[in-house]
């Protein structure tokens, strides 16, 4: 079946320290993958995608390599910011016009 | 921006009693869907809708939980009777055709049954 792993939190930083969060999927066929995240009480936003092998999604800072084979989408940024604090969750859509896996997201907090 | 509005945006309610949530996805948007995410949780799937029709709700607890979407604009979910385990994030999301670009999800409702 289709599934998402997510390294698991909470992960703590200091402001400016570099960001990996851990994502892999099992899927049949070539999934899309996603990353959104999820500021407290909020719903969550798209923060980025990637829809094929190698290609890269990047936003705000935030980058992530589709990586075939290695089952990956790992979440970088290269500086963090308080702001940043949030819920990341990692995401698949098996095929088109299917539904959407999430992972059970990976809590993110940032200190000043 | 478009978005995506749901209400109430936070509900108590008491178990047994019945509580009802609407969703107006972004316009065009002919796919909706409504997850429930527990505390500390990935959301998951209760139901999906294209227009009208509800595609999947195959993990939807009909015993209790119901939704509709009449015109195939907004939609509401409801659950009648609540349990204390019904207490969750009740989010809604739209997209426009399959999902190749994402959901938009809304803000959700955050329910508590005490």
């Known amino acids: 079946g289709n599934s998402v792993t997510q390294m698991e939190g909470p992960v703590t930083l200091s402001e400016e320290a570099f960001l990996t969060i851990n994502c892999t999927y099992t899927?049949?066929?070539?999934?899309?993958l996603f990353w959104y995240v999820q500021y407290p009480g909020e719903g969550l936003q798209l923060l980025l995608k990637?829809?094929?092998?190698?290609d890269k999604g990047s936003n705000k800072g935030f980058e992530a390599t589709y990586r075939k084979e290695t089952t990956s989408f790992h979440l970088e940024k290269g500086s963090v910011q308080v702001s940043d604090s949030a819920v990341y969750f990692c995401?698949?859509?098996?095929?088109?016009?299917?539904?959407?896996?999430f992972g059970p997201g990976t809590r993110l907090s940032v200190l000043p | 921006e478009a978005e995506v509005a749901q209400s109430p945006r936070y509900k108590i309610t008491e178990k047994s009693q019945a509580v009802a949530f609407w969703c107006d996805p972004i316009s065009g948007h002919a796919t909706l869907y409504w997850y429930r995410q527990i505390l500390g949780q990935g959301p998951e799937l209760l139901v999906q809708f294209q227009d009208e029709s509800v595609v999947d709700d195959s993990q939807l607890p009909k015993d209790r939980f119901s939704a509709e979407r009449l015109k195939g604009v907004d939609s509401t979910l409801k659950i009648q009777p609540a349990e204390l385990g019904d207490s969750a994030m009740y989010l809604c999301a739209s997209s426009f055709a399959g999902t190749g670009n994402g959901y938009t999800f809304g803000s959700g409702t955050r329910l508590t049954v005490v």
């Open positions: 990637a829809t094929k092998a190698d």
């Open positions: 995401a698949l859509n098996p095929a088109y016009g299917q539904n959407f896996v």
């Open positions: 899927a049949t066929g070539y999934p899309s």
